[in-house]
């Protein structure tokens, strides 16, 4: 697999792979199509390698040691960076990183799964840099994303969503759902709406007045 493509640094979503579960081979071929800048945490890099992705940046603490990997990658140019501070998640680094370097999106996979609380960390770090730069979380069963106050998109009839508040998010009004919210306050733990579906084909709508939302599109298999 490969990352170089004609197409403008800044221009399309840089890619990060995290250290959690690998997603297939065919959805990363299809972020790395049009990804041409990736960035790979610390303790992802030996699986990387072994699938054959061009690194642009490798990134982290480096607390398991990096002498061998650094000499492998000196061939393909690949920046190294050290970012060893401890009161944030390598995740957090790379996202930053992306903001210094003026990128405006980023797909990020290998971030879900293992670890509960890596994964719980990963997707609320979504939310967290959502004014910064827009983020999407993929993995082989669901796309993760922020919504704005105003959300419209065309999906196939039965299609699985789910709306996720992190914290309290007010005023959830939707139009072409199965189960439809009217003017609903979501709280995370006590009231969402998970596993709800698309009602027909064509455009669903979703709007709130406050608080920060997550739509997850999701599949059962792939």
Sequence with gaps: MSSHHFVKEGQEPALIIANGEACSTELLGQLLEWS????VLDGAIKRV???GIKVDVWLGDFDSGKENTATELAHMQTEIIHAPDQQ???LQKAIELLIDRNYKAVNIVWATGKRADHHLSNTTDIVRYRNQ???VLLDDYS??????????????KGTPVSLMPVGIVTG???KGLKYELANHDLRLGYAT???NETANDGFVQITHTGGDLLMMECKDSF
């Excluded at 796309?143 to 196939?156: A, S």
């Design 193 to 195: 709406s998970s596993s």
């Design 143 to 156: 796309k993760i994303f922020t919504l704005p106050p105003v959300f419209e998109k065309w999906y196939v």
């Design 88 to 90: 944030k998640t390598d």
């Design 133 to 135: 730069i827009n983020i």
């Design 49 to 51: 390698l072994d699938i």
């Design 36 to 39: 041409p800048f990736v960035v």
């Design 172 to 174: 959830v009004t939707s």
